[in-house]
């Protein structure tokens, strides 16, 4: 019987000794493409929206089960009762932009982590008379202090070409979305806080391209999807990314970029899922 005590005082000694290791956090990001449950008539809806039919959101719930990320940065979606439809009450809060439009910008958040919501990035609507998008921004609170996230969808139609000196609006726009996101990145750079600013930045992002250039310019920054094409839909490159910086830049585990792409195939799936699938990576945060 003693020795039995002494084994189990022994062990317990060795639970107390033992490291604490240091947790993993799964970032991701997701356009939903129009999630919504509006009516295919409402004026709020161009003649192209394709609303999501009952049916599809209990799809897109399953497949929001199988990425279980802890963060995930949410686009076009239509407020968050909507968003609850595909990430449940009982396993994610959500948090949306005060935008007044329908495809608005959001992050849901595993429950359990703690947050707290600093103010929507106002200055990315460059242009309220075309109702561009508000960043959604937050503060994570986790064991070894704090993790600044901002989910953005920029301005579509300017994927590759240049900024300056151009004649299109598309892309003269997406180059006015610069100076706030890079004031947001000074800003937490200046703080020393870590950060991850992740979304749709309808850009391709690849070799010397400006618009990554100039973000680079606020602060040094990681993108895990540089150099990678994304297996979505077939094949194509990377306009959701995740860029990490600060200190956050060295907790990104290697090789771990994933695409989770859907099983239903075909151009009809893609208008009723969406048509950008969830990308995330890992992060390797230290206590």
Known sequence: MAMKRYALVLLLGLVVA???????????????????DRGAGDTRLPSDAHPKRPE?????????????????????????????RVFPPESYSVHMTRDHVVQRVGLAVKRGIRYSVNPDVTGLDVDPGHQLRSGADI???????SLRVLSVHLKTGCFDER???TTRRTCAELSAQIPPLQDWIAARSTEGVPFAILGD???HMDGRDQFW??????SPLTRATEGRASPCW??????DHILLGGAAREWLQPDTLRVLTYRETGDAWKERLSDHCPVSVRLHVPD
Do not use: M
Not at 26 to 36: F, I, P, R, V, Y
Not at 56 to 81: C, K, M, N, P, T
């Open 163 to 165: 900024l300056t000196r």
């Open 56 to 84: 599809d959101f209990d799809v897109l719930s399953r497949y929001a089960a199988e990425l279980d990320a802890d963060v995930i940065a949410i686009q076009e979606v239509d407020g968050s009762a909507v968003a609850a």
């Open 213 to 218: 250039t100039a973000l680079r310019k606020a």
């Open 201 to 203: 930045f309808n850009r």
């Open 139 to 145: 503060t994570l609170d986790l064991a070894h202090g």
């Open 234 to 239: 077939g094949g194509e490159a990377f306009i």
């Open 18 to 36: 033992a490291p604490v290791f240091a947790a993993d956090l799964k970032l991701a990001t997701w356009n939903l493409e129009w999630l919504t």
